[in-house]
């Protein structure tokens, strides 16, 4: 078994589209940008981050990277191999649920889970329930409200719903242009010279910091 690391970050959740992969490379590279040496780790089979990875020029602030597949052996291969790094930041695939234990494993392994979550109610519905059963893991784990909207009537309905079934980082991330572009270029919000949202995505990785004792 693989014992809980205070610098294990795991983004999860159920289902596609609610931007797992923009946050584990936006947390990633602000955690870069304050100092920490930063590994990030893609789960997911359509390799998004790696991709996204491949893309980086090299002036940006630095990033080790690292993939595996959603076998037991192999994340067990890779939570024991990637050392030496202040935080290790780790992207899940859509479906996780479909893979217990190699969820466990990671769950085992990590600090904090974020489960990011539009404010609609088909997001709502699928992350619900699966922070409750986060929560059986006996894990730390925190909703992040992303690509969302603060000033509409569904953001407030959403927030009190998903405080009912666990922790909501106080920051979300509303919907910016600037954060989809820079995803194209191999960079996080905070690299892009007057990018709208960087200081959304410093906030989160502020709670994140302050949450796993950094």
Not at 36 to 47: E, G, H, M, N, W
Not at 117 to 145: H, N
Not at 157 to 174: N, Q, S
């Amino acid at each position: 078994m693989i014992s809980k690391v205070p610098h294990c970050l795991l983004i999860a959740g159920p289902k596609g589209g609610i931007g797992k992969t923009t946050l584990s490379r936006n947390i990633a590279v602000a955690a870069a940008l304050d100092g920490l040496s930063v590994a990030t780790l893609d789960l997911d089979l359509q390799r998004s981050l790696t991709k996204w990875y491949s893309k980086r020029p090299d002036d940006m602030a630095p990033l080790s990277h690292f993939e595996a597949g959603m076998a037991t052996e192999d994340i067990q291969a890779a939570l024991k191999g990637i050392v030496g790094f202040d935080i290790l930041v780790i992207d899940t695939p859509p479906s996780i649920e479909d893979h217990p234990e190699a969820f466990r494993l990671l769950a085992d392994a990590a600090g904090l889970i974020l489960i990011p979550t539009g404010q609609s109610d088909d997001d709502l519905d699928s992350v619900r329930p699966w922070m409750r059963f986060v929560r059986q893991t006996k894990s730390e784990a925190a909703f992040v409200l992303n690509r969302v909207n603060p000033r509409a009537r569904s953001f407030t309905e959403a927030k009190a719903l998903l405080v009912r079934d666990g922790r909501i980082c106080p920051i979300e991330i509303p919907t910016y242009e600037d954060v989809i572009f820079t995803s194209s270029r191999g960079i996080g919000i905070l690299e892009l010279k007057g990018g709208k949202g960087g200081e959304y995505i410093a906030g989160v990785w502020s709670f994140v910091r302050a949450e796993m004792g950094i």
